[in-house]
């Protein structure tokens, strides 16, 4: 018997390929804040305000958002589009929430981007992040909206899949920022 290859969706494949180039403007990103970090005396520094409970949440947000994306990527498989469907729309309220989280923790730093080091790249990364949350949003908005499509039947899951992949990977790059920012001292 010959084994036949399976070969990733083009749509599928060209999402790695991105996701790859967005780890590297990331790890870019950090490789700044530990080089900064690792050339001052105190960091933050003295006087920065953090919140840690916000971020916290805002960690938990995305967290059960990426449960919910994997469970909507599960029933849209099974042609359970009602289940997508509402799991998308929760994905979404996360996605949301975040954002709204995010920027009530930038409205209530006693620091700016103009600041120091610190709140450049503070802004920086975390802004950079948002921008990656709000692309999420569209994205899942879009799924959501034109889940009955065939471009999304049992046979084509490439656009679920594409989408699902792009929200983990946010949410994997939030976790790495949140203990950067919020955990190591």
């Known amino acids: 018997m010959r084994s036949v290859a399976v070969r990733a969706h083009p749509l599928v494949f060209g999402v790695i390929i991105f996701l790859a180039s967005e780890s590297m403007l990331f790890a870019g990103l950090l490789a700044a804040w530990y ?10 520094p003295p006087g920065t305000e953090q919140d840690l409970l ?10 059960f958002g990426s449960v919910t994306m994997g469970i909507a990527q599960a029933a849209a ?13 929760l994905t979404i309220f996360c996605a949301l929430s975040f954002v ?3 920027l009530r923790d930038w409205a209530q730093t006693n620091f700016n981007v103009a600041t120091n080091a610190y709140g450049t790249l503070f802004f920086v990364l975390t802004g950079t992040h948002l921008a990656h949350v ?21 046979d084509q899951q490439a656009g679920v899949q ?5 929200w983990h990977f946010v949410f994997v790059i939030w976790l790495a920022l949140w203990a950067t920012i919020y955990l190591v001292r």
């Not at 498989?77 to 729309?89: E, F, N, S």
């Not at 709000?134 to 049992?154: E, I, M, Q, Y």
């Not at 594409?162 to 792009?166: F, K, L």
């Open 134 to 154: 709000l692309a999420g949003a569209v994205l899942l908005t879009a799924v959501t909206v034109f889940l009955r499509r065939p471009a999304f039947s049992a």
């Open 54 to 63: 916000g971020a916290t949440i805002g960690t938990v947000l995305l967290g």
């Open 77 to 89: 498989a099974k042609q359970r589009r009602g289940v997508a469907r509402a799991m998308l729309v």
């Open 162 to 166: 594409a989408v699902a992949y792009y």
């Open 100 to 102: 709204y989280v995010a």
């Open 35 to 44: 080089d900064v970090r690792g050339q001052s005396a105190a960091w933050p």
